[in-house]
């Protein structure tokens, strides 16, 4: 029996202690007629034959190369990451409701929250949510909670932003009745612009939401967004790629008085793509609003003897104390990917963040470079970028892509699935992990499909 | 046995009430209500300038293992908070009655403290007594 | 110590840098005013040194994979090592979220097998994988029975009901849904009280909460009058998943008679709980709901006799509650369950209720046999089961929680203490179907020593824990004197 450990003595000794005859006696208080009847499901199968499937199964996915970005990118994860990470003592331990036999995963979780604060320059930190997107859901939620000031259930938020993001906050909030209002962006630009702002002027909003760098890969005026928003009586939530944090001034230090919550997605810092998931959401916000931040906090405190020590705290913001005056209904943290995230940021360290960064840009700089030499192919704004970059094609971004993959390359996402007005425009980002070899395939491929 | 002062008035729900000669009133919770709760880490006041409904949520005390509402005991503006909670929750614990008082409210219509159900220290005591059996 | 205060400035783990491209472009084209001008505060050390104290941390750990842990609600079993191999195979770990179907078959394929057997397990119609906890399955689900009403119209519905005994997510959940929530007794023998139950619903009821067995380790017997006195007013019955270790192929969440359900994989599906997360919550739906199921869902189709996979989105199910992810959810989460169930199989399944149930009630009758009290006495344990040491407070002066600081000292996790909420000074303590009698009794035995301490010397056992790396924790100054992050100044 798979991972059961009780021999045929065993339970029968353990039925006499119990004083019953056999293990189905047990459930006599169910009702006969509800008992379940037979599976149809496949038999069990051996570890040997259950791991030959799914290294078939992984390979059948595997031998391309990857451009797609879009929230999700592919970094160099060194290799001392996920060795640490899966020790059994990180991978197999519970909440750390139990302070005195979770010091470890508590003083990680401290470290954590240092990290994303400075990264971000905010003041505090969460122990982080399940990703980006409903990240920002928590976000949009706890700027109306925080924002005393307006009484508004409305928050901006500009097109620039992840589609993926807007959709799934929107799915998260709008039973609250609150409601996320787009804001259009300057079409050579490819950014959000104080003129496209114009319009809400003076109308109430609990928030403006701005990411950067933005979908597109486009860097935002930050600066003169962020104090636009707080001129309006609006709280900011800043939305950014920690990876880029160490080229571009964070969110704490936007404009006059900086974003007042910043999240993000965290998997750039060491965490695979892996289909989309387990990653983690950060959100950090001002030291004057940690009372409305979603999620579980550690902080630092001492024992009975004066040692310095760890433990959950502000709980009784959460749904186990407070139930239907919680914050947000969420339990947990994404623990063990945030450990990883940990130890990635201290194998990397600031300088080592601003290298990986500085690579990412320069590749995608110049993989644009070449993929714009073929005739046709043009960016399609006019911005500085991160590491992203939109192509407006000759032709249908979408028969490209399928004709790219043919030749294992995943050349990016066809933009005009989600936004109908970028027709033939494609997003592409070429992080660290691409040598110049890996770029010039790619121009070559291209070529040869526009060809075609 | 936590000590209930005999001057003032009580809600079921553990707040105390001190109505000055001018109309104003002062509320707090009670020396049972702090030690049930153990040591606060954080009491949250309503704003002054806002107005507050008798019996509704009008702030939260909380300690490391709980949260509790604070109702309001009259109805009226908020005309002053003890700004002083927020550094130092654990007045409330050391001297409910006294440096733990919480807000003051301008009764709206004194005329309502006649109809509300407010408590009399005798009153409170059976209730206290009533929920330690 | 913290990792900053090992570092030092100018030290890194060089051969962590990565190499780059030959044209040096850099970053002249991004305008000065985006650009960070001080560095972020983080620690300069060697990869050694971060090996060596990350090593040393998981070292301040209680695990599965080093301690009995029995902690009530929270399913804690042993998490397969192959399991864990097998999610972080290169090609899946590689695979971007946005990949062309063409290039995902492999891993879309165990997503499809993986819905099938959980339908098939909980007696469900449908099966969505994408939450990505508990409580984001609670969501979706309570979502979809919001959906449901406003589809026929039906916007009288405003109220969830919610036992008292409830986990403390359920009302959060049902507010984030932009419901109110009605508490409905729970009566001295853990059971939902009916009257009162019949007496609340109506016109305005959404739907009932509930967990089967309850979160008083007792299974509900008049579930089925429940259901019934629920849909005869209307409303939808939601399952929380979190007990579903105690019934996983005994009794389907389907066949109780409800209509929505989450599964807490890192509970009954053997995914670890990494200090704390990820998990994973998929949820399963009746007929009523099919059309509501949030996205992305994987289809399977069959071309040219092949079979193919491929997402299902708002093109397939107009009427769905859409994603509540960026993505799909933890798919690396959804491997691990879909390794376990394959493994168990079939002739598996039904075994994780039986060993589990059979686990708990050993050790409550010998809890029982040792004189402790049990909360519920008379009825048989599920999966877990309550003890209250209620007589010990008032008694020996030792409560709950400091019972649970000194079994530390013994090598054993403490079990959940303090809830459910109405039962005083209580444990809920779930041994899981993955542990020998032999590490069962050796947790009782622990316990009895722990009462005679209690007797001889209830001083020293309110003191505990004595043997970890720390003392109990001042949780006061904690919250009264935030100290969230470390900072460069407040060390110098």
């Known amino acids: 029996m798979p991972y059961i450990p009780h021999t045929d003595e065993d339970v029968k000794a353990m039925l006499d202690t119990i004083g019953v005859n056999s293990i189905d006696d047990l459930f006599d208080e169910i009702p006969k007629d509800i008992l379940a009847k037979n599976f149809d499901i496949p038999e069990g199968i051996s570890e040997m034959e259950m791991m030959r499937l799914m290294s078939e199964r992984a390979a059948a996915d595997s031998n391309v190369s990857c451009f797609i970005g879009a929230g999700a990118y592919e970094h160099h994860i060194p290799a001392a990451v996920w060795d640490v990470v899966s020790r059994g003592e990180f991978l197999t331990a519970y909440t750390p409701y139990q302070a005195e036999a979770s010091q470890g995963t508590l003083q990680v979780i401290y470290e954590y929250q240092t990290n994303m604060a400075n990264l971000t320059a905010m003041d505090v930190s969460n122990a982080s949510l399940y990703d980006g997107g409903s990240g920002m859901a928590e976000a949009a939620l706890m700027a109306i909670r925080a924002n005393k000031k307006s009484k508004s259930r409305k928050v901006l938020v500009p097109r620039t ?173 994404q623990g063990l990917v945030m450990t990883a995230s940990t130890i990635y940021v201290a194998l990397l360290g600031a300088d080592g963040l601003s290298l990986v960064a500085e690579a990412c840009h320069e590749n995608t700089n110049q993989l644009s470079v070449l993929l714009t030499s073929l005739e046709g192919v043009e960016t399609a704004f006019n911005r500085p970028v991160f590491h992203e970059q939109v192509l407006r094609l000759p032709v249908s971004s979408e028969s490209v892509l399928e004709k790219l993959a043919e030749a294992r390359i995943q050349g990016g996402i066809d933009l005009s699935t989600y936004y109908p007005e970028l027709e033939n425009c494609v997003l592409f980002c070429a992080t660290e992990t691409k040598t110049n070899d890996d770029l010039v395939a790619y121009q070559q491929a291209l070529a040869s499909v526009l060809a075609s | 046995m936590s000590e209930i002062r005999p001057e003032l008035k009580y809600l079921v729900s553990h707040e105390w009430l001190r109505v000055e000669s001018d109309g104003t009133a002062f509320v707090g919770i009670s020396d049972h209500a702090q030690e049930a709760m153990g040591d606060l880490v954080f009491v949250e006041t309503p704003e002054v300038g806002s107005t507050v409904t008798a019996g509704e949520e009008a702030g939260v005390v909380e300690s490391v293992k709980a949260a509790s509402d604070i109702y309001a005991p009259v109805s009226g503006e908020v005309v002053a908070i003890n700004e002083e909670l927020e550094e130092t929750p654990e007045a409330v614990n050391n001297d409910p009655y006294g440096d733990g008082w919480m807000f003051q409210i301008k009764l709206s219509d004194p005329a309502e403290l006649e109809s509300l159900e407010l408590l009399s220290a005798e009153d409170y005591v059976a209730k206290v007594e009533e929920e330690d059996q | 110590m913290l990792i900053y205060e090992k570092s030092q400035a100018g030290r890194r783990s060089i051969s962590q840098a990565p190499i780059t491209s030959t044209t040096n472009t850099k970053v002249s084209d991004i305008p000065e005013g985006l650009l960070r001008k001080k560095k972020a505060a983080l620690a300069e050390v060697s990869e050694m040194q971060v090996v060596r104290h990350y090593t040393n941390l998981s070292r301040r750990n209680f695990s599965i994979d080093t301690q009995f842990y029995p902690l009530g609600s929270c399913t804690m079993k042993y998490n397969p090592r192959g399991a864990h191999k097998s999610a972080m195979l290169p090609g899946f770990l590689g695979r971007h979220p946005l990949a062309p179907e063409s290039q995902s078959q492999g891993f879309l394929a165990c997503m499809y097998d993986l819905q099938e057997i959980l339908k098939e397990v909980t007696g469900m119609k449908g099966v969505s994988l994408t939450p990505m906890a508990g409580a984001q399955g609670e969501f979706a689900g309570v979502a979809m029975i919001r959906a449901y009403h406003d589809a026929r119209e039906d916007f009288e519905r405003t109220e969830i009901l919610i036992p008292s005994a409830a986990h403390g997510t359920n009302p959060a959940t049902a507010v984030m849904c932009g419901y109110k929530v009605r508490e409905i007794p729970v009566d001295k023998n853990g059971d939902v009280d009916l009257a009162a139950l019949k007496e609340a619903v109506g016109p305005e009821t959404a739907g009932l909460m509930m967990t089967n067995p309850s979160t008083c380790g007792v299974f509900e017997r008049s579930i089925k009058e429940i259901a019934s006195t629920v849909h005869e007013a209307g409303g939808l019955l939601y399952y929380d998943g979190a007990n579903l270790n105690a019934i996983l192929g005994k009794v389907c969440p389907g066949d109780m008679g409800f209509d929505v359900m989450h599964m807490n994989l890192h509970k009954t599906f053997a995914t670890p709980h990494g200090g704390g997360g990820p998990g994973a919550g998929p949820v399963g739906v009746g007929e009523r709901l099919l059309p509501y199921m949030p996205t992305p869902i994987v289809g399977k189709e069959s071309v040219d006799g092949k079979d193919v996979y491929r997402w299902l989105d708002e093109k397939d199910i107009p009427q769905t509650i859409g994603r509540l992810s960026t993505y799909m959810g933890n798919a690396g989460v959804l491997l691990r369950a879909y390794y376990y169930a394959r493994l168990l199989g079939r002739e598996g399944m039904h075994r994780v209720a039986e060993y589990s149930t059979l686990n708990a009630n050993y050790m409550m009758k010998r809890c029982e046999n040792a004189g402790f009290e049990l909360a519920y006495p008379g009825r048989r344990a599920t999966h877990e089961f309550i003890i209250t040491l209620s007589s010990q407070a008032k008694n020996l002066g030792v409560n709950a929680m400091d019972f649970a600081k000194r079994l530390l000292d013994y090598g054993y996790h403490a079990p959940t203490t303090y809830f459910p909420l109405l039962v005083p000074e209580c444990w809920l303590i779930e041994p899981t179907e993955t542990e020998s009698p032999d590490e069962l009794d050796g947790f009782v035995e622990a316990m009895i020593q722990i009462q005679k301490e209690s007797e001889e010397n209830a001083e020293m056992v309110k003191g505990a824990p004595y043997n970890q790396t720390v003392r109990r924790l001042d949780d006061v100054k904690a919250a009264r004197e935030l100290d969230l992050k470390w900072s460069p100044a407040q060390e110098s």
């Not at chain 1, 702002?197 to 005026?221: C, H, M, R, S, T």
């Not at chain 1, 636009?228 to 609006?234: D, I, P």
């Not at chain 1, 900086?258 to 983690?280: R, T």
């Not at chain 1, 709980?315 to 919680?326: F, G, L, N, V, Y």
């Open chain 1, 161 to 333: 932003i992840s589609p993926l993001y807007r959709d799934t906050a929107h799915n998260i909030v709008t039973n609250q009745n609150i409601e996320l209002v787009d804001v259009n962006f300057d079409s050579e630009g490819g950014n959000t612009t104080l003129e496209n702002l114009k319009q809400y002027e003076g109308e109430d909003f609990a928030a403006l939401i701005i990411a950067q760098p933005n979908f597109f890969g486009v860097l935002e005026d930050v600066n003169e967004l962020t104090d636009w928003a707080h001129a309006n009586g609006m709280l900011v939530i800043a939305v950014v790629n920690p990876i880029s944090l160490a080229l571009l001034t964070p969110p704490g230090e936007w404009g006059e008085s900086g974003a007042d919550i910043a999240i993000g997605e965290g998997q750039p810092l060491g965490v695979p793509l892996s289909s989309g998931g387990p990653y983690f959401g950060f959100i950090c916000c001002k030291q004057k609003i940690v009372r409305q931040m979603p999620g579980r906090i550690i902080g630092r405190t001492v024992d009975m003897e004066g040692k310095e020590g760890f433990t959950l705290t502000l709980q009784a913001r959460e749904q186990h104390i407070r139930r239907s005056k919680a914050t947000s209904n969420i339990c947990t943290n």
